[in-house]
């Protein structure tokens, strides 16, 4: 057997290292954080219950006036185990297939878009389709007007760097902008879902937030950290996986004509590759020792997801290879650290995969589509990841 043949994946029949699509240009962490890029440190930081949420602009949001619960992001300690196991339910595999139906509704509508247009941006599509499977979990689902995808887009500042511990300010003109999108977002989407629950609640997690006794401003800002946190990152993935596979012919073929178990993991595998949110930032509240290091109380510490998912001493010698169901050692998941790890894991991450394959599988069987223009990539420092805008696709030419 020769060197090409030993590294050639068993499942798609592909050598050598997968294109990194999002070149990973990220600035470089500061001097108020240690970087970490070993899987094993990484995963033990995760892990431990006194390693606390320090990313995702933490310090900023825990000290929202006029709110009494912070987002379940946030929470540590018995009170986030509490939101945790309460809200799980929505988010188990079970439960995710009961959204397949109308997941499958949804992106048959979106390709039917596709198909009426000719072409379209697909980073426009994802959006939309994060965001309307998230909304029926969360209770979005009575807004006034149309466009929630869009006001939920402008959340996040694009000079506003989460990384803890440096200053928080935004230009005016952009707080300003941000201000406004918040409060569209609230008269238009979130108050009228908190009148219809308060009148007939329903099983989603607006409803379980009244039952708790939240306030409006509560439930806004648990509404924001949904929409930045999950409905933008699974937006972003589903642009990176549709990538991949439409820049690779021989993957997109195992894709569509692999079973559902397959196509999983092929989604894990680009996901390991790509993680969507590269830097997972955590404080340790009081002294810990790891792998052996003595932590101090008050640490702050940058997980690199991207560089912890390539660790050879995980992922094998040839960790950089798009190999769908690699062979890992136990308790190792095959998108590595890209859902995070510990009590601050992912929630959606069935979720995310779910509707991205649904979407993915039925866009991609059309053997017409094509690319116009590939995405343009850019860094969004608040998830502290990749952005891909302006992803033209369209039905080739058997629809010219």
Not at 166 to 195: C, G, H, K, W
Not at 228 to 250: D, N
Not at 356 to 377: A, K, M
Request: aromatic content about 6%; hydrophobic content about 40%.
């Amino acid at each position: 057997m020769t060197a090409s043949e030993s590294a050639r994946c068993p499942m798609t029949g592909l050598t050598g290292p997968a294109p990194v699509l999002t070149r990973r240009d990220a600035p470089p962490v500061g001097d108020l954080a240690q970087p970490v890029e070993s899987y094993a440190r990484a995963r033990d930081l995760l892990r431990s219950a006194q390693a606390q949420q320090a990313g995702f602009l933490a310090d900023t949001v825990s000290s929202v006036p006029g709110s009494q619960h912070p987002p379940v992001l946030y929470l540590e300690g018995e009170e986030h185990t509490e939101m945790r196991r309460a809200t799980a339910r929505y988010f188990t595999p079970t439960q995710v297939e009961t959204y397949q139906p109308a997941i499958a509704r949804l992106a048959d509508d979106l390709i039917g878009k596709l198909a009426q247009r000719g072409e379209i941006d697909l980073d426009d599509l994802s959006l939309e389709l994060a965001v309307r499977v998230a909304a029926e979990v969360v209770g979005l689902t009575n807004s006034r007007l149309p466009g929630m995808d869009r006001r939920i887009e402008r959340f996040i500042p694009a000079s506003l760097n989460a990384e803890p511990g440096l200053p928080t300010n935004a230009p005016l003109l952009e707080n300003m902008q941000q201000a406004a999108a918040l409060s569209l977002f609230y008269t238009l989407d979130v108050q009228p879902a908190i009148v219809a629950r308060r009148r007939a609640p329903g099983d989603d997690l607006i409803s379980y937030l009244l039952s708790r006794g939240y306030n409006d401003q509560d439930i806004v800002t648990e509404c924001v950290t949904y929409g930045t946190a999950g409905m933008i990152t699974t937006r972003e993935f589903i642009s990176a996986a549709a990538w991949h596979l439409l820049k690779s012919p021989e993957l997109r073929a195992a894709y569509v004509h692999g079973t559902e178990k397959e196509r999983h993991a092929i989604l894990h595998e680009i996901l390991r590759l790509e993680p969507v949110v590269g830097t997972l930032y955590r404080r340790t509240a009081e002294e810990l020792t790891i792998g052996g290091e003595v932590v101090p109380q008050g640490s702050v510490y940058a997980i690199d997801v991207g560089q912890a998912n390539l660790d050879p001493a995980v992922m094998g010698e040839n960790a950089a290879d798009l190999c769908p169901m690699r062979e890992l050692p136990r308790g190792v998941q095959a998108q590595g650290l890209s859902f995070g790890d510990g009590h601050h894991r992912c929630p959606g991450a069935f979720l995310a995969i779910k509707e991205t394959d649904v979407f993915l599988r039925r866009l991609l069987i059309w053997n017409d589509l094509e690319v116009v223009r590939e995405p343009s990539v850019s860094y969004n420092e608040v998830i502290k990841g990749y952005e891909l805008r302006g992803f033209r696709v369209r039905l080739g030419k058997a629809r010219a």
